[in-house]
């Protein structure tokens, strides 16, 4: 079954390779020559030049018959439509974006069954999402939600001076809501054993309950972690506005930094409770006066690249702590990585591992990428007569590589170990490499008695 994606803006292009590098077949459509002529450059697909969202393209494209049709034109209004459309003709999912929240009634970041399409993505509200995330995981590569944002897993960096350098897992004192299930090393992977040693260089995978995680990452920062509580922001635009918001909601301090008068004035009606300064945020000597040396973590949000990278350089020189950069355009991202900047933020590329997601997950199994897809996080329901209910972990057939985390009981989220039932209703959380999600797709859907191995 075919993949559609409408709209060649640079997030539509984004969500097109990701899912293409994940063996979809692709068709793009945009009624922009110069906006198809970018996507040909960067995408192995069928291109059609037309008018998105007709119902005479819907048809020229078979989206009757597509197993997913994304639309991620500038218009939300025609996104939603599109989207709409080409679900009510037969599509077996959609996805659309829009850049106006109200359009999400109230959803954080995406909402699921609104306007007749499967799932509505904000970009802008996601990427602020992943910017105050990253603005408070200092060593924290990546981290995502399962289980209705009761599990996280997220893969920590150890650098020469984090305290748990050296130490055998069994000697981190843990509590049971957390584990560290593996740990990346030099372009592959080793479970997790209780006597194996943490490495300078590693990347150690940890999964646990949500509140549980924070108090966990403290083990990994020299002196403890403590959350920002003086945040600066430089770029008042709508990416500033809903992470001054979260943080202000948090109780911290909050001042941000914008060139334009009009938009500082717009801010300060929004956020009052914040500091508000018309300003050059790549000014040295602005930045030293209005205090960003004293900053917990500077915020380079700008519409432009250039400005958020020598926002981050020239708080990091002043000795702010720590940093977050906005990225629109994904070819910056490769640059950037070489010049020790503590996190940066893609736009393009947040959407496009939304979208990925969104496209695997099926009625029984939600999955999400871990160390840049080399293991896949994966949340299974339970069903009825499945080859799941009613078995140990150790009998339900899974290949041996799987890594069991956690079992959700109802309200209650359990660790799991070999010998752990599993019944109709449970959801179980677990670490697999990536080769063995179609394996574990097919004993979701088994019978009892039945075997994948």
């Known amino acids: 079954m075919a993949t559609i994606v409408a709209g060649m803006t640079p997030i539509g292009i984004e969500v097109a390779a990701a899912l293409a590098d994940r063996g979809r077949e692709l068709t793009v459509i945009d009624s922009d020559k110069l906006r198809l002529r970018s996507a040909e450059e960067r995408l192995d697909a069928m291109l059609m030049e037309a008018d998105e969202a007709t119902m005479d393209t819907l048809r020229r494209v078979r989206a009757d018959s597509a197993e997913l049709v994304v639309f991620a034109t500038p218009v939300d209004e025609l996104n939603l439509f599109g989207a709409a459309a080409a679900r009510k003709m037969g599509a077996k999912r959609s996805l659309a974006m829009v850049r106006n929240v109200g359009h999400l009634d109230g959803a954080p970041g995406i909402a699921r069954d609104l306007h007749d399409v499967d799932y509505v993505l904000c970009p802008v509200m ?41 130490t055998t897992i069994d000697r981190l004192g843990l509590p049971d809501s957390v584990r560290i299930m593996a740990i990346v090393r030099d372009g592959t992977w080793v479970p997790a054993g209780v006597r194996e040693r943490i490495q300078v260089g590693d990347r150690v995978i940890i999964m646990g309950r949500r509140g549980a995680i924070a108090s966990a990452e403290r083990r990994f920062h020299p002196g403890g972690y403590r959350a920002p509580r003086n945040v600066f922001l430089v770029g008042g635009g709508r990416i500033g506005l809903f992470v001054g918001r979260a943080f202000l909601a948090e109780g911290a301090s909050v001042t941000i930094m914008d060139r334009d008068r009009a938009r500082c004035e717009r801010r300060s009606i929004d956020l009052p409770e914040a500091t508000i300064l018309q300003g050059d945020g790549t000014d040295i000597s602005l930045l030293k006066q209005e205090g960003v040396a004293t900053a917990d973590v500077v915020v380079g949000g700008t519409a432009d690249d250039e400005t958020n990278l020598v926002v981050s350089l020239l ?9 977050v950069t906005l990225v629109h355009r994904t070819r910056n991202l490769e640059v950037y990585g070489h010049l020790d900047l503590p996190a940066t933020v893609s736009r393009p590329m947040v959407v496009a591992d939304q979208a990925v997601r969104l496209a695997q997950r099926g009625d029984s199994m939600d999955v999400v990428e871990v160390s840049d897809g080399l293991l896949h996080a994966v949340e299974i329901a339970v069903e009825p007569g499945s080859s799941l209910d009613g078995r140990a972990v150790r009998d339900a057939g899974f290949p041996p590589d799987v890594m069991p985390g956690f079992q959700l009981k109802g309200a209650d989220v359990l660790p799991v170990d070999l010998s752990t039932e599993l019944s109709a209703g449970d959801h179980l959380i677990l670490l697999a490499p990536a080769s063995n999600q179609n394996a574990i797709k097919r004993l979701t859907r088994a019978g009892k008695g039945s075997s994948i191995l």
């Not at 981290?143 to 748990?164: F, G, H, K, M």
């Open 126 to 166: 996601l990427t602020a999402m992943e910017a105050h995330r990253m603005a408070h995981a200092n060593r924290v590569i990546r981290q995502s939600q399962l289980a209705d944002n009761r599990i996280t897993v997220e893969e920590i960096a150890i650098s020469p001076d984090d305290p748990v350098a050296g």
């Open 315 to 323: 708080s990091m020189r002043v000795g702010t702590p720590h940093t």
